[in-house]
């Protein structure tokens, strides 16, 4: 198939050596393989997400640690991860389809891949910090002085012997 792709007529056992290296190049660049520079790109964008997931768990951590409403500041971090991950992808997809959409078929894989990268960091950013306001403005609305006791009695009874109501009922069901 590679060899009829490039030209060459006949068995492939009668080429030239150089005419095979040929086809052996065709078959490695077909493959992906061959392409050193994009292998090590990639390995090294996947190290760098795994950094970033490790540093932003981190973060969110001593943010935690730190605050003096350990639930409140829980609760928004995580929604807010979770917000911007899921804005992440949908700016993906949305950049994506927007530029096979304006620019049509003929769109570029870089471009494409382009957009899509950029869909993903407005989309990230855009519904993580409207979800971060909305989570503030949820907590921030029950307002933040604490309701006053003054004035306030407190009338405390006192509870029965439970052993004497133990012996009661012991000998009452005899």
């Keep these: 198939m590679y060899q009829v792709k490039l030209g060459l007529n006949g068995q492939f056992e009668n080429l030239e050596d150089a005419e095979k290296i040929l086809v052996y190049n065709e078959i490695i660049n077909a ?3 061959g392409n050193v520079i994009v292998n090590s790109l990639s390995t ?13 768990a981190g973060m969110m951590v001593w943010d935690i640690f730190s605050s003096e409403h350990i639930l409140q500041t829980a609760t928004h971090d ?6 911007s991950v899921g804005g992440a992808s ?15 078929e003929e769109a570029s894989a870089l ?5 899509g ?3 993903s960091i407005a989309g990230a950013f855009i519904i993580g910090a409207f979800v971060g306001f909305l989570i503030d403005l949820i907590f921030h609305s029950g307002g ?8 306030h009695h407190c ?12 012996l009661q009922i012991l000998h009452h069901t005899n």
Excluded: K, W
């Excluded at 995580?78 to 917000?83: D, G, K, L, N, R």
């Excluded at 471009?111 to 957009?115: C, E, K, T």
């Excluded at 933040?144 to 004035?151: W, Y």
């Design 111 to 115: 471009f494409v891949l382009a957009s």
């Design 31 to 33: 493959s992906g393989r």
């Design 117 to 119: 990268i950029i869909g």
């Design 144 to 151: 933040s002085a604490p309701l006053s006791t003054d004035g």
């Design 78 to 83: 995580a929604i807010v991860t979770v917000a």
């Design 155 to 166: 009338y405390v009874s006192p509870m029965p012997d439970g052993m004497v109501l133990a």
């Design 44 to 56: 090294f964008a996947g190290y760098a997400g795994i950094a970033v997931i490790l540093f932003t």
């Design 90 to 104: 949908l700016g993906e997809v949305v950049g994506a389809a927007l530029s096979t959409q304006l620019v049509g």
